[in-house]
């Protein structure tokens, strides 16, 4: 018995694409509002310390909205993999997800098309999901290294540089860690058998006692 028929798969898989997206759109709109709130309560501020605190907030605000955007951005495209296996008729029902990232995934699921393990293509980096928390932290950044009295070079030439460094190190730290819970792929169990040394095959068959 089938929890869904496969040839149902490929629709199932584009339902939860369309809830990733829609779950990508509401982290946006989450993290724009937040950062409104916060960017009125700097203008508003009366100490310094205050300044630092709310600057320091909207760096770590941003950071966590990176977080969840990002993975929502390895979820699509693990969706898209295995909705291509299943219009194939080659996706196994073990392998069919109940949501975007599940604990078990395919083995090395992105190197058919990925440019890296980390991003897909290169100009994803522009895309609002994943360039839009980087600007706001680098503007934050900016701000915090300013209340302390550095010049406007410095403080861009830092942000420049310590920004980047810190997103792509999380990405790739992430991509390493989640390797653990990708398992082998599925082997064609007729096919094997069929294409298996008749010799192994005897050995590896209990012979019934005479």
């Known amino acids: 018995m089938h929890d869904v028929r496969p040839e149902e798969y490929a629709r199932v898989i584009r339902d939860l694409i369309w809830r990733e997206n829609d779950v990508t759109n509401h982290r946006l709109m989450w993290l724009l509002v937040v950062q409104g709130l916060l960017a009125n309560a700097f203008v508003s501020r009366q100490v310094l310390i205050a300044g630092v605190g709310i600057a320091t907030g909207g760096i770590l605000v941003a950071l966590s909205a990176f977080v969840m955007l990002y993975k ?15 219009k194939q008729g080659t996706l196994q029902e073990e392998h069919l997800p109940i949501d975007g990232w599940p604990r078990k995934r395919i083995q090395d699921w992105r190197k058919p098309l990925w440019v890296c393990p980390w991003l897909e293509r290169t100009g994803d980096v522009l895309e609002p999901y ?4 980087g600007l706001i932290i680098f503007l934050w950044v900016v701000v915090v290294l300013r209340l302390f009295g550095q010049s406007i070079e410095t403080c861009v030439g830092v942000g420049l540089c310590l920004t980047p460094v810190t997103l ?9 860690s989640e390797r653990a819970y990708e398992q082998e792929r599925p082997l064609e169990s007729d096919q094997s058998r069929g294409d298996a040394d008749p010799g192994e095959v005897d050995r590896r068959t209990p012979r019934s006692a005479a």
């Not at 994943?130 to 928390?133: E, S």
């Not at 792509?168 to 390493?176: L, S």
């Open 168 to 176: 792509c190190t999380f990405c790739v730290f992430w991509v390493w």
């Open 72 to 86: 929502s951005y390895q979820a699509r495209a693990y969706l898209r993999f295995v909705g291509a296996k299943a």
């Open 130 to 133: 994943l360039f839009l928390p």
